[in-house]
C-alpha cells in the first residue's frame, strides 16, 4: 500500500506539471494568434501607406511632366511604367505581411498540437474523466 501511495504522490506532480504545460501551450497559442492578427492589422496600415506615397509621386511626377509640355510619347510610357511599379510595391507590402501572418498562425497551430500530443497519459486521463461524468 505505502508503494501505491508513493506511486500516485509521484503521479501527481507529474500530472499537475502536464496540465501547467497545457495551460502554457494554450496561452502561447493565443499569443501567436494575436501577433497575426497585430501584423495582418499592420500589413493594411503599411499598404495604405505605400499607396498613399505612390499616388503623391505619381501626382507630382505628372505635374512636372505637365509643367515640362508634354505627356505623350515616352512620358506616358514612364507614367504607366512607374504606376505599375507602385501597384506591385503596395502588393509586396501585402504579401510580405499575409506571409508573416500565416507563418504566426501555422506556429500556434502546431504550438496547440504539441501540447496536445506531449501528454497522451493526461489525454487518456482526460477522456476517462469525461467517461465517468
Known sequence: MAGAAAAGGSFLPYL???VQNDRQGKAQARLLNDQ????DRQTYADEDATR???RQFLGAQAAAMAEAG???GSNA???RQSAALAELDA???RYRGQQAA???RKE???TRKATRFSSPGLMLLRAGYKKVK
Open 16 to 18: 499537475m506539471g502536464k
Open 36 to 39: 497575426a492578427d497585430t501584423v
Open 52 to 54: 498613399r506615397e505612390s
Open 70 to 72: 508634354g505627356a505623350g
Open 77 to 79: 510610357m514612364l507614367a
Open 91 to 93: 502588393l509586396n507590402v
Open 102 to 104: 500565416y507563418g504566426l
Open 108 to 110: 500556434a497551430a502546431a
